[in-house]
């Protein structure tokens, strides 16, 4: 007795639409079935979990969490697009925020409003280059880009870890393993900041999606992107280079990474700490597909999963569950989203222990001989 | 229930009435009836799209019919996967093999198989199938270092050891060299002569009014008639096909000679085995002037690939003037700059080479001309105008009579006619000073590849270099004016269109030394 996949002969528009949706209900489901398993009221339990969504205050939260998300996982769609597999924004984020705080934390004193401008283009730079490694590695030495890109985390952890401890370290600071506060002009202003803190790191995100999404349906580059990652061999008779697509994906994902690293260093947490991310690098991986690889869905989904992250910290604080069901929520909902889609692509066959069942077999299968 | 149905003695062996298949709005197969005795050639016969695949796919269970009947010497079956038509007894043997190159033959050949077998065993059973069938293989070998023809083998072996009574073989000669079809056929006679039926997809017309005893004829999804090919001429067979006369493919020798401009110039062309399975290429050195086709000849896997590969800059070469297009080295440049100078290429594999699979054709159109199309298919920045491109799709389209079930269809959906003929035309729309063919009509119905050939030929008569790959000899005496042959990764020169024939080019196919023919020739007479 086994199970085995068989490709569908067409996939349904209505459920590829659909499963984004489907995924959620199930996630709420199983989410759900945990709470009480926990021994909590299933509906009180959900209901703290989304309730961030009904307070003004919460929903400039929802913001702030959303934004990183929207701007890696951007960049990310752009890898997953060529077939090429980028797991290191998390280390492209830090060291996004890290080249970025290099002027405020050197020149504290030093007021402009060029600071800012200054600060986004160097955390860009930061991330592309911090980015470009696997790919160079990858051509060089024909290493494989996942390892290279994941282990490249820790080193960015470990990075900013000895900064803040060690030559960055505050010196009125108690000691403290932090950086000193940055001054006015080294923090990303607020959208509203009467009704709540979101900054404008979150209108970086939506234009950021905007320009990719033009760029991946309109343009030769998106294109190429598009044909790198369907089938290389076509890509190279079109005379284009696999090798420079690497370096390409690899940098835009940094430089958009690296944006949202100082951004949110610079507008969330005005000065750099030994750890700057909840994991966003690692959770963007999860908007990115949630989002189908396409911008504008990106952004859908980076909201989603800022909820995951605000629902976490609410069912903390009121039912003093553990902060990890956050975690628990986006491994569901990754788990849901892939087995929608792959169950879009192929249906389940059980296969019997003896030879397969006679006769009574549905339309649709895989030639065998192929 | 199977042996109940095989004790039955019933002459037809299977009997098809009123089968029907429905993809979208597109009727694939609309009410086919058809009946194979025991013991006959059946010849299945149709251009492409005419529905040859899906019928065949449904009697082999691979597609479930929408309506009709199957019968199986006499009683009605329901045939719902490849694992019971083999059951019943029907083998097939499709077009594309799918063998593991790394694997040995009598390896491939087990995993076919649903028993768990010895190695040992399949591989003594191969031996004897392959001796008493006349089809020489030796169950060792790596099928990586094995000729088509010879995986062709496998496969037919590995049919036979299921024990079948029908046969279904898809298109069996396109792949082969003339002596290759030569042993194939004798090898079917002998089938015929145990009583075993053939249903044998074809579309050499030739064979089929050598080798078959009846022929069915489909056409846009309908039976258009059953026939005795014996009695019909191969005109009279591509009539019934098309539904039309079929266009002769006219050729007149080119005017000028060795005055005529070069437009590609090959000298010493090497190159190292990029891989385990691939071949080095050694000294070739090749000279296609405006206005003429040359064609080069050779048995599958001696190089054409790799020379392909280098020629059109997807492989780069050591030294620049290894290749000249229109007086340029551009032996370090790559594809697109070699496009810029005029040339074009159609690579052997549509889909995953020539093609993306999963785009639509407008998006496949752009894959290779955005560079030498650049002012007309690109605004500023990088932007693409999908309107012209759509447009310059739909030229090629209607330029060569691409059939299709949509406006815009993804490149996987065509037939494989259908999408050589777009992306063949999608060259030809350049208008190119020099194409490069490889495999023009590989697996393309008669109708499709004479249309495909004429384009070839009017194109260098319009004062274009034609350099044309190609392992169908016929093709290759239809339209070129010099045949040279590739072996072993070395090239003959080539010879002009009236010194050669087919028995020197056969020797050269089979590794003889350039000139060795003279000799004999000259011992002969």
């Known amino acids: 007795m086994r199970l085995e996949l068989v490709k569908r002969p067409q996939r349904s528009m209505l459920f590829s639409a659909l499963?984004?949706?489907?995924?959620?209900?199930?996630?709420?489901?199983?989410?759900?079935?945990?709470?009480?398993?926990?021994?909590?009221?299933?509906?009180?339990?959900?209901?703290?979990?989304?309730?961030?969504?009904t307070e003004v205050w919460q929903l400039h939260e929802l913001a702030i969490k959303a934004a990183p998300l929207i701007l890696i996982a951007v960049g990310l769609s752009v890898c997953y697009r060529a077939n090429i597999w980028n797991i290191g924004a998390e280390g492209q984020f830090i060291i996004g925020g890290v080249v970025g705080s290099i002027v405020p934390v050197l020149y504290p004193t030093y007021e402009s409003w060029l600071l800012l401008p200054l600060m986004m283009v160097?955390?860009?730079?930061?991330?592309?280059?911090?980015?470009?490694?696997?790919?160079?590695?990858?051509?060089?030495?024909?290493?494989?880009?996942?390892?290279?890109?994941?282990?490249?985390?820790?080193?960015?952890?470990?990075?900013?870890?000895?900064?803040?401890?060690?030559?960055?370290?505050?010196?009125?600071?108690?000691?403290?393993?932090?950086?000193?506060?940055?001054?006015?002009?080294?923090?990303?202003?607020?959208?509203?900041?009467?009704?709540?803190?979101?900054?404008?790191?979150?209108?970086?995100?939506?234009?950021?999606?905007?320009?990719?999404?033009?760029?991946?349906?309109?343009?030769?580059?998106?294109?190429?992107?598009?044909?790198?990652?369907?089938?290389?061999?076509?890509?190279?008779?079109?005379?284009?280079?696999?090798?420079?697509?690497?370096?390409?994906?690899?940098?835009?994902?940094?430089?958009?990474?690296?944006?949202?690293?100082?951004?949110?260093?610079?507008?969330?947490?005005?000065?750099?700490?030994?750890?700057?991310?909840?994991?966003?690098?690692?959770?963007?991986?999860?908007?990115?597909?949630?989002?189908?690889?396409?911008?504008?869905?990106?952004?859908?989904?980076?909201?989603?999963?800022?909820?995951?992250?605000?629902?976490?910290?609410?069912?903390?604080?009121?039912?003093?569950?553990?902060?990890?069901?956050?975690?628990?929520f986006q491994g569901m909902l990754l788990f849901f989203v892939l087995g929608c889609d792959t169950l879009i692509h192929y249906r389940i066959r059980l296969i019997g222990a003896k030879a397969e069942p006679a006769a009574a077999q549905p339309a649709a299968r895989l030639e065998e001989a192929h | 229930?199977?042996?109940?149905?095989?004790?039955?003695?019933?002459?037809?062996?299977?009997?098809?009435?009123?089968?029907?298949?429905?993809?979208?709005?597109?009727?694939?197969c609309d009410r086919i009836d058809l009946t194979i005795a025991k013991g006959e050639i059946h010849a299945l016969l149709g251009e492409n799209g005419a529905g040859k695949s899906t019928l065949v796919k449904m009697l082999f269970g691979s597609l479930e019919p929408a309506?009709?009947?199957?019968?199986?010497?006499?009683?009605?079956?329901?045939?719902?996967?490849?694992?019971?038509?083999?059951?019943?007894?029907?083998?097939?043997?499709?077009?594309?093999?799918?063998?593991?190159?790394?694997?040995?033959?009598?390896?491939?050949?087990?995993?076919?198989?649903?028993?768990?077998?010895?190695?040992?065993?399949?591989?003594?059973?191969?031996?004897?199938?392959?001796?008493?069938?006349?089809?020489?293989?030796?169950?060792?070998?790596?099928?990586?270092?094995?000729?088509?023809?010879?995986?062709?083998?496998?496969?037919?072996?590995?049919?036979?050891?299921?024990?079948p009574e029908l046969i279904i073989?898809?298109?069996?000669?396109?792949?082969?060299?003339?002596?290759?079809?030569?042993?194939?056929?004798?090898?079917?006679?002998?089938?015929?002569?145990?009583?075993?039926?053939?249903?044998?997809?074809?579309?050499?017309?030739e064979e089929v009014k050598r080798m078959c005893d009846r022929a069915t004829v489909l056409r846009h999804g309908k039976v258009v008639g059953h026939c005795d090919p014996r009695g019909e001429t191969a005109a009279s067979l591509a009539r019934m096909m098309v539904g039309t006369e079929v266009l002769q493919v006219v050729r007149q020798a080119p005017e000028g000679g060795a005055t005529r401009e070069p437009v590609l110039e090959i000298r010493g062309l090497t190159r190292r085995p990029a891989g385990p399975f691939s071949v080095p290429l050694r000294g070739i050195s090749l000279t296609v002037r405006a206005g003429e086709v040359i064609g080069v000849a050779g048995v599958a896997g001696n190089g054409q690939g790799e020379?392909?590969?280098?020629?059109?800059?997807?492989?780069?070469?050591?030294?620049?003037?290894?290749?000249?297009?229109?007086?340029?080295?551009?032996?370090?440049?790559g594809i697109s700059a070699r496009r810029l100078l005029g040339a074009a290429f159609v690579p052997e594999e549509r889909l995953g080479h020539g093609a993306v699979p999963t785009m639509t054709l407008s998006d496949n159109l752009l894959l290779s001309r955005y560079r030498t199309d650049a002012k007309a298919f690109l605004a500023a920045a990088g932007v693409v105008r999908s309107g012209v491109v759509a447009a310059a799709?739909?030229?090629?389209?209607?330029?060569?009579?691409?059939?299709?079930?949509?406006?815009?269809?993804?490149?996987?959906?065509?037939?494989?006619?259908?999408?050589?003929?777009?992306i063949i035309g999608r060259e030809l729309d350049r208008q190119p000073a020099l194409m490069i063919v490889n495999q023009p009509t590989w697996g393309v119905d008669a109708g499709a590849a004479a249309r495909i050939r004429q384009a070839l030929i009017d194109l260098a008569r319009a004062g274009?270099?034609?350099?044309?790959?190609?392992?169908?000899?016929?093709?290759?005496?239809?339209?070129?004016?010099?045949?040279?042959?590739?072996?072993d990764g070395t090239m003959s020169p080539p010879l002009p269109r009236a010194e050669a024939t087919y028995e020197k080019v056969g020797l050269l196919m089979g590794g003889a030394e350039p000139g060795h023919f003279e000799h004999a020739h000259a011992g002969a007479a």
């Open chain 1, 19 to 53: 499963s984004p949706f489907i995924a959620f209900v199930l996630t709420a489901a199983a989410g759900a079935i945990m709470f009480a398993l926990l021994g909590y009221n299933p509906v009180k339990a959900l209901g703290t979990y989304i309730s961030p969504l």
């Open chain 1, 122 to 328: 160097m955390g860009m730079i930061g991330g592309a280059a911090y980015a470009s490694i696997p790919p160079l590695l990858k051509v060089r030495f024909n290493t494989n880009e996942i390892l290279t890109s994941l282990m490249l985390v820790y080193i960015a952890e470990n990075v900013l870890d000895w900064l803040v401890r060690g030559p960055w370290r505050d010196p009125n600071g108690y000691n403290f393993p932090q950086t000193a506060q940055f001054n006015d002009y080294a923090i990303l202003p607020a959208i509203a900041s009467s009704s709540g803190r979101a900054h404008i790191g979150f209108i970086f995100a939506l234009v950021a999606a905007v320009l990719m999404w033009f760029l991946m349906k309109r343009m030769l580059k998106g294109f190429e992107v598009r044909v790198m990652g369907a089938s290389p061999r076509a890509g190279r008779f079109a005379g284009f280079s696999h090798g420079k697509m690497v370096f390409f994906a690899f940098m835009v994902s940094g430089a958009l990474t690296g944006l949202a690293g100082i951004s949110e260093v610079s507008g969330t947490i005005n000065q750099l700490q030994p750890v700057i991310s909840p994991g966003y690098g690692f959770t963007a991986i999860i908007v990115a597909f949630l989002g189908r690889l396409n911008p504008l869905g990106i952004v859908a989904a980076g909201l989603v999963l800022a909820l995951t992250y605000l629902g976490g910290e609410a069912v903390q604080t009121a039912l003093g569950l553990s902060d990890k069901v956050a975690r628990v």
């Open chain 2, 1 to 28: 229930m199977v042996d109940d149905t095989r004790s039955i003695p019933h002459a037809d062996l299977l009997e098809v009435r009123g089968l029907t298949k429905v993809f979208g709005q597109l009727k694939a």
């Open chain 2, 67 to 163: 309506a009709g009947e199957i019968r199986w010497k006499g009683k009605p079956v329901r045939i719902a996967s490849p694992g019971e038509a083999r059951r019943l007894g029907i083998g097939m043997v499709f077009q594309h093999f799918s063998l593991f190159e790394a694997l040995t033959a009598a390896e491939n050949i087990a995993l076919s198989l649903d028993r768990d077998t010895p190695i040992g065993d399949i591989a003594q059973r191969a031996r004897q199938v392959s001796a008493a069938y006349g089809l020489p293989l030796d169950p060792g070998a790596l099928v990586g270092d094995l000729s088509v023809g010879e995986r062709q083998r496998i496969e037919i072996i590995r049919c036979l050891l299921q024990e």
């Open chain 2, 169 to 205: 073989l898809d298109e069996p000669t396109s792949v082969l060299t003339p002596q290759e079809a030569d042993k194939l056929f004798e090898t079917l006679e002998r089938l015929r002569g145990e009583g075993k039926s053939i249903l044998y997809i074809s579309h050499r017309l």
């Open chain 2, 307 to 333: 020379f392909f590969e280098a020629v059109s800059g997807e492989a780069l070469q050591d030294d620049a003037g290894m290749v000249r297009i229109r007086g340029k080295d551009v032996g370090r440049t």
């Open chain 2, 393 to 422: 799709s739909k030229r090629v389209v209607e330029a060569m009579d691409v059939r299709k079930s949509a406006e815009n269809p993804e490149a996987a959906a065509l037939s494989g006619g259908n999408l050589q003929k777009f």
């Open chain 2, 464 to 487: 274009s270099a034609v350099l044309v790959i190609s392992q169908d000899l016929d093709e290759l005496f239809e339209i070129s004016d010099a045949i040279a042959v590739m072996h």
